[in-house]
């Protein structure tokens, strides 16, 4: 049976999607952002940052430094470094918060929902058994147990060890 993630708070990202100066993941890569920055690791080409709008709790994404915005823009070294952070997010998050499952997957072009269509990124998005409930479809409400920040730091640790 196929069940739909409903995501509505993610409707607040919608509003604005664009509105931003610049690229989310051009200042992460700079550095730019101090202490809000939602990176938990940078590689040599690469880094691992929290989704400020997540479907689930420690949905992280992973981008090239490099403003590409095709899969066929990377060079081979950044296509290598993306997989291997990657594998490294899943083995974080099983760490960390010991999800039953994943979703993992790159949104290639706007019409195919990639909201930050210019800066190519790809999706780690843990999941547990049986969590979609009531409260975004009642409440529109989205529970995520625990502050981006804290998850950050835990996430940070697991990549420095």
């Not at 739909?4 to 952002?33: K, N």
């Not at 950044?78 to 999800?99: G, I, N």
Request: charged share 20%.
């Amino acid at each position: 049976m196929t069940r739909p993630l409903w995501a509505p708070w993610r409707v607040s990202y919608v509003e604005q999607a664009g509105e931003e100066d610049g690229c989310v993941f051009c200042r992460e890569a700079e550095q730019a952002l101090g202490e809000a920055s939602l990176v938990v690791h940078r590689g040599e080409t690469a880094l691992v940052l929290l989704n400020k709008y997540p479907y689930s709790s420690g949905h992280l994404m992973v981008a090239p430094f490099r403003h590409v915005g095709a899969l066929d823009d990377l060079d081979d070294v950044e296509a290598l470094e993306l997989h291997r952070l990657t594998v490294r997010s899943l083995e974080a998050l099983r760490a960390v918060s010991h999800p039953d499952a994943f979703n993992v997957g790159w949104n290639l072009g706007s019409v195919a929902g990639g909201s930050i269509a210019a800066h190519l990124h790809e999706h780690v998005v843990p999941r547990w058994a049986g969590d979609t409930n009531f409260m975004p479809v009642l409440a529109d409400v989205k529970v995520v147990p625990e502050h981006l920040l804290a998850t950050r730091d835990r996430l940070r640790d697991v990549f420095a060890a």
